[in-house]
């Protein structure tokens, strides 16, 4: 069993900036394909990034390419999603998400493919 953590969310003003991070029960994060997805309210979840456990590949939804990247540290014991110029439409609860599959890219998108996830961190972005 993994445990993922997601932390960094909050309340911003429209064009500002949020980190949010995931760890995994202090384990490293290498072994895993990772994922970000988002619920915006009274919608369905949806994919924002993945990073692929063998290359290191990411895949980032396209409508947020320019704003948001996804990384993880050196030691790969957290995920990160940068997310910069923040708009209303980003509003939603984002959820950490993993997998020990090694996907493809056209499946990382896929919220099937994940067995681990996060309880989310809610991200409310308005003036």
């Known amino acids: 069993q993994v445990d993922l953590l997601e932390s960094g969310g909050g309340w911003v003003l429209p064009g500002g900036s949020l980190r949010l991070s995931c760890t995994a029960s202090?384990?490293?994060?290498?072994?895993?394909?990772m994922a970000w997805f988002r619920q915006p309210p009274g919608k369905d979840r949806e994919f924002v990034a993945a990073?692929?456990?063998?290359?290191?590949?990411?895949s980032l939804r396209n409508s947020l390419k320019g704003r948001f990247t996804i990384y993880r540290d050196n030691a790969k014991t957290t995920l990160y999603l940068q997310m910069n110029s923040l708009n209303e439409d980003d509003t939603a609860v984002y959820y950490c998400?993993?997998?020990?599959?090694?996907?493809?890219?056209?499946?990382?998108?896929?919220?099937?493919?994940?067995?681990?996830w996060g309880q989310g961190t809610q991200v409310t972005v308005s003036s």
């Open positions: 998400a993993a997998t020990t599959r090694s996907l493809i890219t056209s499946s990382l998108s896929g919220d099937h493919w994940y067995e681990h």
């Open positions: 202090g384990r490293a994060l290498g072994g895993y394909t």
């Open positions: 990073v692929k456990r063998s290359s290191g590949g990411s």
